[in-house]
């Protein structure tokens, strides 16, 4: 949530545009995996040196950057390419929020959050995407599997993605982002569902911080997703290069992004509910022990008037001279104090 507040301090005293690197350290060495495809045939290659980066003409070029923080690979392929520095600099911004920018009337340019649940808690990785008739590279700060399933789909050389353009493999990236955050969601929720059987059967201190935790988890979640949503709006409406065989699948994804967007209020509310219930559950036990507290005082209150009485050993006080006097004064007080608790137990007090 504070990212941007680190990469702010990083940042500090250098002029706009520069090239700053604002997350954790990483043990790898960047690379960019490119692959150029057309209908027939596909060429795929890994370059660790942008110098290495050749565009093929006549085809569809993705270009995969796997890591953010060196800032002369970025920089030099932003160059060859003809990205303004505001843009490379918000790729190396990692705490940088959502937002959909068009850059010019050939180029357009994303940022988005790829998000997984790891022991119930949110974990984000900012990834960059830019497009042009015929050319998408996409930035992405770890190595993870989040492209696997298009590179597979690509490799297999069956489907619409090798017929299409390029804006058909935008929606497609757009759509695995959606659906990792539909994944995160939805196991939260399951993390919620399950907290809950374990707090209706018992509570502990322990359960209730679980809940605190998966609450603060959501609500990170959920305004990581409401400017996603804006990105939708904004590629639906603004000349985005998208063709009008590819925007009936971007809406689609879109109201997938709604569905989330949906989910993560649904579920706050949810688990908001169960921490007012829980509070509500304690007031009340703490309310049953100070009433049966309070009704214990109540019964003894004539008990120890009573024994207040009696018990200032006057010389010339009635009844002190009664050979049974002391068990007559226990079972008055005995009577009394039977007396009282069958009426609270009709009364339904205790």
Known sequence: MFESLKWILSKQDTPPGSLVYAGDDKEFVPYALIRSYDAENMIEKRCADVHDVVLEKGCVNFIHVVGVHQAELVQGLGKMLDFPLLALEDVMNTGQRPKYVSIDDETDFVVMKNTDVVDRQLVREQVSLFWRDGLVVFFSENENDLLDGIGARLNRKKGRIRQADSSYLVATILDALVDRQLKALAELGEAAVDLEAELLEKTTDDRLEQLYKIKRETILFRNLLMPIRDIFKSLLLEDAEFSKEVLPYLHDVAGHSDQAV???????????????????????????????????????????????????????????????GYFIALGIMGIIGGIMFVFFLKRKII
């Open 262 to 324: 949906e989910g993560a209020y649904a579920l706050h509310d949810i688990l908001k509910s169960m921490i007012d219930y829980q509070i509500s559950l304690i007031g009340m036990k703490t309310n049953k022990v100070m009433q049966f507290l309070t009704v214990i005082a109540t019964v003894f209150i004539p008990l120890t008037f009573i024994a207040g009485v009696y018990g200032m050993n006057f010389q010339y006080m009635p009844e002190l001279q009664w050979r049974y």
